[in-house]
């Protein structure tokens, strides 16, 4: 079993930046791969990236591409989502999940609660 908190999100304005966090219970944390996700309000669930256990593969959805960055400490049990350049479509509800391992979000196991983002224009 596998339990996330995240935390980090707020109201900023377009052009500025944010980290996510992430922390994770277990002594597994570092053989799972981790994965950011983001829902809006009335929109489905969407891969925002992803990092592999090593944190030597990383992969990322188009529209965050040049502007986020996943990374992961497993001697703390966390990973990290670093948001620059916010633009206002990337306003949602930021989750962490584990268990999975690609862009699929019903391919993960474990969740956190979320934590908002609002990027104001």
């Known amino acids: 079993q596998v339990q996330l908190v995240e935390s980090g999100g707020g109201l900023v304005q377009a052009g500025d930046s944010l980290r996510l966090s992430c922390v994770a219970s277990g002594r597994t944390f570092s053989s799972y791969p981790m994965g950011w996700f983001r829902q809006a309000p009335g929109k489905e669930r969407e891969f925002v990236a992803v990092?592999?256990?090593?944190?030597?593969?990383?992969n990322y959805a188009d529209s965050v591409k040049g502007r986020f960055t996943i990374s992961r400490d497993n001697a703390n049990n966390t990973v990290y989502l670093q948001m620059n350049s916010l633009r206002p479509e990337d306003t949602a509800l930021y989750y962490c999940?584990?268990?999975?391992?690609?862009?699929?979000?019903?391919?993960?196991?474990?969740w956190g609660q979320g934590t908002q983002v609002t990027v104001s224009s």
């Open positions: 990092i592999w256990v090593s944190g030597g593969v990383r």
């Open positions: 999940a584990a268990g999975g391992y690609g862009s699929v979000w019903v391919d993960y196991h474990y």
